[in-house]
């Protein structure tokens, strides 16, 4: 398994002993299920702590609600949100692990420069491909400069690529998601990113229906089946209220049963709010994979 590094030389934790949990910071008013619950960088190192106690390995940390519909926000106004908390949780915790949640480049480099060790860009490296570019694209075929990519080389620090495009018109949707990541992965190579620095999620609930994030989870093996450490974030996603037929805060068992089900399936680390319930769900399906070797 990779083993991915902080700029910082900050120990990030090995994917593949046990299943890694990131625990999500919005320092946003207005993200689906806790916008304008974190008032204060004191409130953000107050839930950080929490966090951490409760068994996160990583704290992600966004300015930006990703939400269908939500307002647009721009780099200054992302900066103002984010840089505070930042220090904050890095003053109180020195070592705790810490990925930025942009798809903005000067973002993700002002955030490591302040003490976060990696980024976590919706957009994988491919922000502002139209959907024709993305058809006309090739494995082999030449690229752009992607700004996030070469960010990510600049500052040595480790990048998350999540699946995402600008709209759900798939042909073929397995053949599309995996020539997705087959792009994304392209503009990171190109820039210069290690390999070991890689990790793909598969955009449960970004460009896809109900039954698209049912799919992509269902057979996330394929994604797994690429090389990298993956991580899944379905925590109290709409598809769940969909299916369940639940409001956000009534969304705690769809998050555990997705989460088993994606441990099962090969993902190395859950994105959750409910940070203690889903450590339980965690390790519970940690010791069914491990059976007879359970020690």
Not at 135 to 147: E, M, N, Q, Y
Not at 248 to 257: H, K, N, Y
Not at 269 to 282: I, K, P, Q, S, Y
């Amino acid at each position: 398994m990779h083993l991915w590094q902080s700029p910082h030389g900050r120990p990030l934790p090995s994917p593949g002993k046990r299943t890694l949990i990131m625990g999500v910071l919005n320092v946003t008013p207005d993200s689906f299920s806790d916008g304008g619950e974190l008032v204060s960088p004191q409130a953000v190192a107050d839930r950080a702590g929490a966090m951490l106690q409760a068994g996160a390995d990583v704290l992600d940390l966004g300015g930006e609600s990703t939400r269908p519909g939500a307002a647009a926000v721009g780099a200054a106004e992302e900066l103002d949100r984010v840089l505070p908390a930042i220090a904050a949780v890095r003053r109180a915790f020195p070592s705790a692990p810490i990925s930025i949640d942009t798809y903005k480049p000067d973002v993700a480099a002002a955030a490591i420069a302040e003490g976060a060790d990696i980024i976590n860009d919706i957009w994988g490296c491919a922000h502002g491909f139209t959907s024709d570019e993305r058809k006309a694209w090739s494995p082999g075929a030449a690229l752009p400069r992607s700004p996030m990519a070469e960010t990510a080389v600049r500052l040595r620090c480790p990048i998350i690529l999540m699946h995402n495009r600008p709209d759900r018109a798939y042909g073929d949707f397995w053949a599309d998601v995996l020539r997705d990541f087959q792009l994304s992965l392209a503009l990171a190579r190109a820039a210069g990113v290690a390999e070991h620095q890689l990790w793909l999620d598969p955009g449960f609930g970004f460009a896809k229906d109900v039954p698209h994030n049912l799919e992509v989870l269902r057979e996330l093996h394929r994604i797994v089946a690429l090389g990298y450490p993956v991580l899944v974030g379905t925590s109290r996603k709409s598809t769940l209220g969909k299916v369940l037929g639940t409001t956000v805060d009534q969304r705690l068992e769809g998050t555990g049963a997705t989460a088993v089900w994606a441990i099962q399936q090969g993902a190395h680390m859950l994105r959750v709010h409910d940070v203690a319930e889903m450590v339980r769900f965690a390790r519970m399906a940690d010791a069914i994979n491990a059976g007879l070797t359970f020690a």
